[in-house]
């Protein structure tokens, strides 16, 4: 079954800092991965979607990478806000023909500290 | 246009009560899933849904989980004789068409299920 790992639990900047998170998966390569912000209590709220065949996205000041080389999609967040504090998610399909099931990482909690 | 609705928000159940959790998908999306986020843990697919069938319920616990999505009504997670375990919170979203190729889901706000 596909693993997710994503880089730390926690990650603290600075606003006005670039907020580098990080999503390491093994076994099969996803068709697609998907990035989504989490805030407690609430269910997550979908950001963005790169597909197996992109190598980079971006959405306003937020960037997605895509190496299916290492196995690996880095998401960016420029020009960090407190707003921005958060769980961000990074979600895979299951492959084998289930695109429609997620796997998701247990995210990590980024504080940006005015 | 309302998103995902979820109800109760919490639900507070004894060992060996049932718990039933309720669905709306967003107006015009006839696809539903379910997911189980355990303390510390990442989102887990449970079952996908469309109106009157359940296409993949292999996220599902074999005994005690049923799932349905009714031609008229929201979707229904019903948990019988729930044990502590089973305590979690159960988010349902939703998509306006088969996820071919990765589309987005709208995710409602969860209900938080404790089991006493």
């Known amino acids: 079954s596909q693993k997710i790992e994503q880089n730390s639990e926690a990650l603290n900047i600075q606003e006005g800092k670039t907020a580098t998170l990080t999503c390491n998966y093994t076994?099969?390569?996803?068709?697609?991965l998907q990035w989504y912000r989490q805030d407690p209590g609430r269910g997550p709220v979908f950001l963005l979607l790169?597909?197996?065949?992109?190598k980079e996205k971006r959405k306003e000041r937020l960037k997605v990478t895509f190496d299916t080389t290492l196995k690996q999609s880095l998401f960016h967040i420029t020009a960090s806000q407190p707003a921005d504090s958060a769980t961000y998610l990074c979600a895979l399909d299951m492959g084998g023909g289930s695109n429609y099931k997620l796997t998701f990482g247990k995210g990590t909690l980024l504080t940006v500290n005015p | 246009n309302a998103g995902v609705m979820q109800n109760p928000r919490h639900l507070v159940r004894r060992r060996g009560q049932e718990a039933r959790l309720r669905c709306s998908p967003m107006?015009?999306?006839?696809?539903v899933y379910w997911y189980r986020q355990l303390p510390e843990e990442g989102l887990k697919f449970m079952v996908y849904l469309q109106k009157e069938n359940i296409i993949d319920e292999s996220g599902m616990p074999k005994e005690r989980f049923s799932a349905e999505f009714p031609k008229e009504g929201p979707s229904i997670l019903r948990i019988q004789q729930v044990v502590r375990g089973d305590s979690a919170a159960y988010f349902c979203?939703?998509?306006?068409?088969?996820?071919?190729?990765?589309?987005?889901?709208?995710f409602g706000p969860g209900t938080r299920l404790t089991v006493l």
């Open positions: 076994n099969y390569s996803p068709a697609y």
């Open positions: 979203a939703s998509s306006p068409k088969d996820l071919i190729r990765g589309n987005e889901q709208f």
């Open positions: 107006k015009g999306h006839s696809h």
């Open positions: 790169i597909r197996e065949n992109e």
